[in-house]
């Protein structure tokens, strides 16, 4: 009973955050207190980071406190020849 309870929380918290547009992966730790969410880096710009993660805890409504943790990284890999 509680597991489910939990797991159809932490699914919904993760739909808040995939909703906004770029985002590419969420994921909820510490039972559900705190989220990480990844930001596809070629859309959201560094000043767009902080609106969103503001935007997203505005947009949950459950009690106590959940942190919210978006993630902008962009990666270049390249190899000797």
Known sequence: MFLDAFLKR???IEDIALSKPSMKKAYTIH???EMRV???AGFVTDNK???LAKDIEASMQY???VKVNLIREQR???FTR
Do not use: H, M
């Open 10 to 12: 932490a699914q919904a």
């Open 31 to 33: 039972t559900g207190r």
């Open 38 to 40: 990844l930001a596809n």
């Open 49 to 51: 980071v902080i609106l």
């Open 63 to 65: 009690p106590g406190e």
């Open 76 to 78: 270049a890999i390249e």
